[in-house]
């Protein structure tokens, strides 16, 4: 019983895959931060396109 618990507790195998869960959350987090950054940035320039857009005279 105890080799069963000294070979569990020097297993880092498991220790491997949450470093690397984490490292996938951390990313997605940028990535949405970014793309929500993103988005507000494009809808700003097309509310501005479309807002000067509806003051011009068409042309004749």
Do not use: H, Q, W
């Not at 569990?8 to 984490?22: N, P, Q, R, V």
């Not at 959350?25 to 097309?46: H, P």
């Not at 857009?53 to 004749?60: E, F, L």
């Amino acid at each position: 019983m105890k080799t069963l618990f000294t070979r569990f507790f020097k297993d880092e195998s498991g220790a491997t895959a949450i470093e690397y869960g984490l490292i996938a959350a951390l990313i997605s987090v940028a990535i949405i931060g970014a793309a929500s950054t993103l988005g507000d940035s494009v809808k700003t320039t097309f509310s501005n396109i479309t807002g000067s857009s509806d003051t011009t005279t068409p042309a004749k």
